[in-house]
Antibody
Framework: EVQLVESGGGLVQPGGSLRLSCAAS????????MHWVRQAPGKGLVWVSRINSDGSSTSYADSVKGRFTISRDNAKNTLYLQMNSLRAEDTAVYYC?????????????WGQGTLVTVSS | SYVLTQPPSVSVAPGQTARITCGGNNIGSKSVHWYQQKPGQAPVLVVYDDSDRPSGIPERFSGSNSGNTATLTISRVEAGDEADYYCQVWDSSSDHPGVFGGGTKLTVL
């Protein structure tokens, strides 16, 4: 059974940092591109970042570029999101999500999400 | 960047058909995926590649895509279908490939 379990969320002050983790199981993690998607309270889904299967290529939404870093450890089957210089508008539930093996595939599995609250 | 437009809300009586649209420039040339999200839960894929259903998704869920509009159709709507629905595409021409619509709240009257 495919499972994605996020952790690392919490309350952080503006300007602070946080690292999210997403532990994957039930599939060959190193074969799949992975993404982070966030959802501010009461708002819609917003794509944040993606990383290819071996970690050599990444992409970010403009709103987080230069502040967030996506990475992965295929030996540990874990995806990360390092978030620096956090702002109030980064407050959201952060989901990790897998995309299928074929280009253009949808997000076929999602984690349960971890809440990040940026507030003083 | 590519923009997807959804109506904020759609209401339908039980047993009727709900249609949720997703507008985008020449969206018919892209593959559209649809997700259902219930309160407090992660999104669930209900239709992919315009009109295919993942295993376990009822046949009542179907999709189409042509021109500038993609449509998610839910037939014989049930109370349990009440949720937010999001369309999504990949914008291969952009450095920000993941694009979601703003979401549509489906209310079952």
């Amino acid at each position: 059974e495919v499972q994605l379990v996020e952790s690392g969320g919490g309350l952080v002050q503006p300007g602070g940092s946080l690292r999210l983790s997403c532990a994957a199981s039930g599939f060959t993690f190193s074969s799949y591109w992975m993404h982070w998607v966030r959802q501010a309270p009461g708002k819609g889904l917003v794509w944040v970042s993606r990383i290819n299967s071996d970690g050599s290529s990444t992409s970010y939404a403009d709103s987080v570029k230069g502040r967030f870093t996506i990475s992965r450890d295929n030996a540990k089957n874990t995806l990360y999101l390092q978030m620096n210089s956090l702002r109030a508008e980064d407050t959201a539930v952060y989901y990790c999500a897998r995309v299928g093996a074929v280009a253009g595939s949808p997000f076929d599995y999602w984690g349960q999400g971890t809440l990040v609250t940026v507030s003083s | 960047s590519y923009v997807l437009t959804q109506p904020p809300s759609v209401s339908v009586a039980p047993g009727q058909t709900a249609r949720i649209t997703c507008g985008g420039n020449n969206i018919g040339s892209k593959s559209v995926h649809w997700y259902q999200q219930k309160p407090g839960q992660a999104p669930v894929l209900v239709v992919y590649d315009d009109s295919d259903r993942p295993s376990g998704i009822p046949e009542r869920f179907s999709g189409s895509n042509s021109g500038n509009t993609a449509t998610l159709t839910i037939s014989r709507v049930e109370a349990g279908d009440e949720a937010d629905y999001y369309c999504q595409v990949w914008d291969s021409s952009s450095d920000h490939p993941g694009v979601f619509g703003g979401g549509t709240k489906l209310t079952v009257l």
